[in-house]
């Protein structure tokens, strides 16, 4: 009897059962016999957030086209359900086959966010496994991770084997191709984990010994057994060949994001200095219009699915956009398909583009100027003015649209009261031109801004500033607060999780003994508002004579060994440097569309021609 099996008669017990059941259309089944190596794929968050998660449907489908691989897929289970597991001693089971975790050749694990840390260790414990790599023996899974957090992997470094950095595709087949004929020539875990040292973009933490200076600072990363002394992320260069599920799997209850997920493009050509994803993803790389209209076409006629979401960084800079909406529009419209855009830029869509979207369904827009005045949108390089969020505005409002939200930061670099005071008067404008444009009042308008607190991250030109300390961001919320319009709605983010993600991004490898603690006193499902006690992760550091401020408030010196920085994104370190200077002279950079400034390898990697970027000749530059 398979764990699952003894489970299921108790799930009435618990919310949502469907989560925890299996069976989805589109899941993949194969006969564990037939197969050499079994995955599963290990989400550290609910059901509803990891199906709505588009590398998920990637990876899988990756694996499950492989004869030999039969990747299934778990995900952190809720408290009640967490609670049944251990009160009927049944481990967690993979949704496919209902087997345990602890009877898979590997765990694959995708680290989306911090504050799912305490979720990656809860998911071993429940699964029968020793929490730290040096405890575990041949006959226990490997378990690997990837995702943005592989980035800055050194919290999670005793828990995990292998990282894997970078974008997955290649390199996930590249793994399970390695751990197949690894498990055939009899190697040890060890000798497995030596030979994916090897592989670009492979890094085993187990392989490299870190040395500290008296202050607490990193002195040394130093690799063993021929690993390599900077592991580089992996890209993918063809986007049109790569893979994509055409047949997604269709979730068995409500998601988050219930659509098909068009992926239109990777990485940004803006350089907004705050953001790690458009940093970790360069250089940009499109798909055509063609291959998009097949791939929506036939995921939407596999999954049923009410609506396609266009999603990228940066959905309105892709230079097919209205040829893509020119050809989904009316092929979507009679089938009562939505076509929704998230990620537009106010300065990079026109009229005729809310038209196209307006023509299947009205939804809210959202825009992100993230800082109300022009000098501060310098510093954080956001390269936008405002006539052009006013003629975004106006022309979404002259559409028909009656609903716009607006995202601000607070606690960004050089940050004072007049900047937060202009986040109020920037909205207040917005309002105004509703006003102007709308003469018909019986319509009415919501108008949202909404402000998160900055949290300086690793691989950008802020990786070496201190956050701002949670009592003052609140002090510079009820500034804002106190200045804005009671016709617009102002929502803003508590800053204590932010602080916490913040000491895990900037993290050294003895915070793991933190994230551990912090489990054992209950830590877990951090990233809910619900569960999240940060006076239980400050008792954690204190218990492991570490302070969170050390690594989330404190300056960086320039020249300082970052735990991160033996993991190269491809973006120079004198790139960062530079571009840190100019924002403390507010002075803004060309985005890549118009021009080079000069950010490093990852082009070169990707022609093969030093100094010569690919990024540019794509946009004709």
């Known amino acids: 009897m398979t764990p699952y099996q003894r489970i299921e008669p108790y799930l009435t017990a618990v919310k949502k059962p469907a989560r925890y059941t299996g069976g989805e259309f589109n899941s993949v089944i194969k006969d564990p016999r037939s197969v050499k190596l079994r995955v599963a794929f290990c989400?550290?968050?609910?059901?509803e957030i990891g199906m709505s998660h588009l590398g998920l449907q990637i990876l899988y489908n990756v694996m499950n086209r492989m004869p030999d691989v039969w990747?299934?897929?778990?995900?952190?289970?809720?408290?009640?359900?967490?609670?049944?597991?251990?009160?009927?001693?049944?481990?967690?089971?993979?949704?496919?086959?209902?087997?345990?975790?602890?009877?898979?050749?590997?765990?694959?694990?995708?680290?989306?966010?911090?504050?799912?840390?305490?979720?990656?260790?809860?998911?071993?414990?429940?699964?029968?496994?020793?929490?730290?790599?040096?405890?575990?023996?041949?006959?226990?899974?490997?378990?690997?991770a990837g995702g943005p957090c592989a980035f800055h992997p050194e919290p999670l470094a005793d828990f995990i084997d292998l990282f894997a950095v970078g974008e997955g595709e290649e390199l996930t087949a590249e793994l399970t191709e390695l751990f197949i004929q690894a498990k055939k020539d009899g190697l040890s875990r060890k000798e497995t984990l030596v030979q994916a040292s090897r592989l670009p973009g492979v890094y085993v933490p187990s392989l490299y010994q870190v040395a500290l200076n008296p202050d607490g600072t990193l002195?040394?990363?130093?690799?063993?057994?021929?690993?390599?002394?900077?592991?580089?992320?992996?890209?993918?260069?063809?986007?049109?060949t790569a893979p994509y599920p055409e047949h997604p799997l269709s979730p068995g209850t409500e998601i988050v994001h219930d659509r098909v997920m068009l992926e239109l493009f990777r990485g940004c050509a803006r350089g907004c200095r705050f953001c790690q994803a458009g940093h970790i993803a360069r250089p940009v790389r499109e798909k055509g219009v063609q291959t998009l209209f097949r791939q929506a076409?036939?995921?939407?006629?596999?999954?049923?699915?009410?609506?396609?979401?266009?999603?990228?960084?940066?959905?309105s800079d892709y230079s097919g956009l209205e040829a893509l909406c020119d050809a989904l529009v009316p092929w979507c419209e009679p089938r009562r398909v939505s076509l929704s855009l998230p990620s537009l830029r106010a300065d990079s869509f026109s009229p005729q583009l809310l038209q196209k979207a307006g023509q299947v369904r009205k939804s809210g827009l959202t825009f992100a100027p993230e800082a109300g005045s022009a000098r501060l949108r310098d510093v954080i390089n956001k390269n936008l003015r405002e006539e052009d969020l006013m003629t975004a505005c106006a022309a979404a409002f002259n559409?028909?649209?009656?609903?716009?939200?607006?995202?601000?930061?607070?606690?960004?670099?050089t940050e004072t009261d007049d900047d937060l005071r202009e986040i109020a008067e920037l909205c207040g404008r917005v309002y105004q031109l509703w006003r102007q444009v709308v003469p018909d009042r019986g319509r009415g308008v919501r108008l949202t801004a909404s402000a998160s607190c900055f949290v300086p991250k690793p691989h950008t030109p802020f990786q070496w500033e201190p956050m701002t300390p949670p009592d003052e961001l609140l002090r510079r919320a009820g500034v804002v607060r106190d200045a804005m319009r009671k016709q617009v709605t102002f929502h803003w983010h508590e800053p204590d999780a932010s602080y916490l993600e913040c000491a895990l991004s900037r993290g050294d490898r003895r915070v793991g003994a933190v994230v551990e603690r912090a489990y054992r006193l209950g830590c877990r499902m951090d990233g809910w508002s619900e569960c999240f006690s940060l006076e239980k992760w400050r008792e954690a550091f204190a218990l492991e004579g570490l302070d969170p401020d050390f690594y989330a408030l404190r300056r960086r010196d320039t020249d300082e060994v970052l735990p991160w920085s033996h993991i190269s994104a491809g973006v120079s370190r004198e790139h960062l440097k530079r571009e840190r200077e100019k924002a403390?002279?507010?002075?803004?950079?060309?985005?890549c569309r118009n021009g080079c400034e000069g950010c490093g390898g990852a082009a070169q990697r990707m022609s093969g021609e030093q100094g010569h970027c690919p990024l540019s000749r794509s946009f004709g530059v």
């Open 297 to 315: 076409v036939s995921a939407i006629e596999a999954a049923g699915c009410g609506e396609i979401g266009l999603v990228s960084l940066s959905t």
């Open 71 to 144: 990747c299934e897929r778990a995900f952190a289970p809720w408290e009640d359900m967490r609670a049944l597991l251990l009160r009927k001693k049944t481990p967690l089971y993979a949704l496919e086959s209902g087997d345990g975790l602890a009877d898979f050749d590997v765990l694959a694990f995708t680290l989306q966010y911090e504050l799912c840390y305490t979720n990656v260790l809860s998911m071993l414990d429940l699964a029968g496994l020793p929490l730290r790599s040096a405890e575990r023996g041949e006959t226990h899974p490997l378990v690997i």
């Open 584 to 591: 403390y002279r507010a002075e803004p950079s060309v985005d």
């Open 43 to 47: 989400f550290p968050d609910t059901y």
């Open 219 to 240: 002195a040394s990363v130093e690799p063993s057994d021929g690993a390599p002394a900077v592991i580089t992320k992996r890209i993918v260069r063809d986007l049109d």
């Open 399 to 413: 559409g028909g649209w009656n609903g716009v939200k607006l995202y601000f930061m607070l606690g960004l670099p």
